[in-house]
């Protein structure tokens, strides 16, 4: 089993930064591609951003510019530093990864239970 864990989310005011982590725990042989994902209140949970096991990366059009994905291979984490947040960056903040647990076994898909980011003056 593979847990995902996020943290650093809270409330900011506009223009304002966060960083948030994801920490993969548990039966790991490697991890793919790590990605973290938002959904905002009636809405669909959309891709933010992405980056690969070779460090590539690519993001929502969105977000561009102002948020930057990267990883520490060493402890199995995620990270997505939000700067110049905007309102509309409010939304539940979900940490996904590819992980094998084996050598032998196959790749699976996995979700952390996400964290909050509000973004109000």
């Known amino acids: 089993q593979v847990q995902l864990v996020e943290s650093g989310g809270g409330s900011v005011q506009p223009g304002g930064s966060l960083r948030l982590s994801c920490a993969a725990s548990g039966t790991i042989f490697s991890i793919n591609a790590m990605a973290w994902y938002r959904q905002a209140p009636g809405k669909e949970r959309e891709l933010v951003a992405a980056?690969?096991?070779?460090?590539?990366?690519n993001y929502a059009d969105s977000v561009k510019g102002r948020f930057t994905i990267s990883r520490e291979y060493a402890k199995n984490t995620v990270y997505l530093q939000m700067n110049s947040l905007k309102p509309e960056d409010t939304a539940v903040y979900f940490c996904?990864?590819?992980?094998?647990?084996?050598?032998?076994?196959?790749?699976?898909?996995?979700w952390g239970r996400g964290t909050q980011v509000t973004v109000s003056s």
């Open positions: 996904n990864a590819f992980v094998t647990g084996s050598p032998y076994a196959g790749e699976f898909d996995y």
């Open positions: 980056i690969g096991s070779g460090g590539n990366t």
